[in-house]
């Protein structure tokens, strides 16, 4: 039996190759992105907007399981200010900052399909995300961070051109997704011993990058890309902020992330 085990084991081994035992590539890379985030009331009012640029840092990994299929997981960090433009409780504008933290841990499992001069790698992918945001105190307001987590769940195709004297690598990836899981709790400064949690609304998104390698350097990829989605508005729920309790609802948002990151592979 034992024997047997061994035998099916080296079989297994062979047929996936080398590459299963191997990382294919080791990707380590930085990025900008512009934030572009909005909440809205449930008659579709702008309630507040934060723009701004954000920098950061990205690894990623991905290996091939035999000819035709592929694994791959990523990790990303931004961090930065942005400006924030809204208004207070009351109704009165306000303009202040917003420092941000920024945090995903994603993973794709896809296949290789030769198409003629393409190569098509349709995949399933499943993202975790961490977005901190503190809104810094004003002279109209106090100072209040969120911390909000969810998860992304969907599909994609990424379609590869072969080289060519202007790119040794250009390839398309396109993904939808369906944000769910969502929370944020909610930390008022100036009111110490009322944390809320607030359910967040489902929502979706969709992933666009371009990939392009010049043809002098085939391991450095420059890529430009643009995330967009979006939340539903959650449960109304009463909270202690303080000595208040007070009723609060996270409101309806749309998130956009869009710039370009330069990598190197290993």
């Known amino acids: 039996m034992a024997l047997l085990t061994r035998a099916c084991r080296l079989l297994w081994l062979l047929a996936l190759g080398p590459s ?9 890379g930085a990025n900008w992105l512009y934030f572009d985030f909005q909440e809205e009331s449930p008659s579709g009012q702008t309630l507040n907007q934060e723009q701004g640029d954000l920098p950061g840092v990205y690894l990623a990994w991905q290996q091939g399981v035999g000819h035709r299929f592929w694994l791959g997981l990523e990790a990303g960090y931004n961090r930065g200010k942005v400006e924030y433009d809204g208004q207070t409780q009351a109704g009165v504008p306000l303009a202040t900052t917003t420092h941000q933290r920024l945090v995903h841990y994603d993973g794709r499992a896809g296949m290789r399909v030769e198409g003629g001069t393409l190569t098509w790698s349709p995949y399933l992918m499943a993202r975790y995300q961490r977005w901190d945001r503190s809104i810094q105190a004003s002279g109209l307001s106090l100072g209040l961070d969120e911390f909000y987590r969810w998860w992304e769940t969907g599909a994609g195709l990424r379609t590869c051109a072969p080289a060519r004297a202007w790119s040794s690598n250009l390839c398309l990836d396109l993904a939808v997704f369906r944000t769910h899981s969502a929370a944020v709790t909610v930390v008022a400064q100036a009111l110490p011993g009322g944390e809320p949690e607030l359910s967040v609304g489902d929502g979706e998104g969709y992933r666009v990058r371009i990939h392009w390698s010049p043809p002098p350097w085939p391991e450095v990829t420059v890529s430009v890309f643009r995330e967009a989605w979006d939340f539903g508005a959650g449960d109304e729920e009463r ?17 956009v992330r869009q710039g370009i990151r330069v990598g190197m592979t290993f």
């Open 20 to 28: 299963a035992v191997f990382a294919d590539s080791l990707e380590l």
């Open 239 to 255: 909270a202690r902020l303080g000595r208040f309790l007070v009723r609060i609802r996270e409101p309806a948002s749309t998130s």
